[in-house]
């Protein structure tokens, strides 16, 4: 069974930084792929970020790109999320999620149908 923990989140001012971490057990995120999403208040999940060692793709979506980089600790077993120069419109519940080893040498990596194992979330509050 596959466990999912986030943490890392927290209060900060517009340009400020944050790095999100994703521990797991049950998963290892050097043979097999994991995305980072987002869900702010009353909106849909969204990715944020996708990384897949074994299918040798790392993606970010535009809204990200420049500002968040995404990166595995393959020694620790563990996902990050560095956030960089944040916006208030960055405000979400963060999610890292991962997905059955055999789906990650492709497939739709930016819908939330893709994974099958999900964290409980870390929040992000960025203030103007």
């Known amino acids: 069974q596959v466990q999912l923990v986030e943490s890392g989140g927290g209060s900060v001012q517009a340009g400020g930084s944050l790095r999100l971490s994703c521990a797991a057990s049950g998963y290892t995120f050097s043979s097999g792929c994991m995305g980072w999403f987002r869900q702010a208040p009353g909106e849909l999940r969204e990715v944020v970020a996708f990384i897949s060692p074994i299918g040798g793709q790392t993606k970010l979506a535009d809204f990200v790109k420049g500002r968040f980089t995404v990166s595995l600790d393959n020694a620790k077993n563990m996902a990050y999320l560095q956030m960089r120069i944040l916006e208030p419109g960055d405000t979400a519940m963060y999610y890292c999620?991962?997905?059955?080893?055999?789906?990650?040498?492709?497939?739709?990596?930016?819908?939330?149908?893709?994974?099958?194992?999900w964290g409980q979330g870390t929040q992000v509050t960025v203030s103007s």
């Open positions: 999620a991962t997905a059955r080893v055999w789906d990650c040498y492709g497939g739709a990596w930016y819908g939330e149908k893709f994974y099958n194992s």
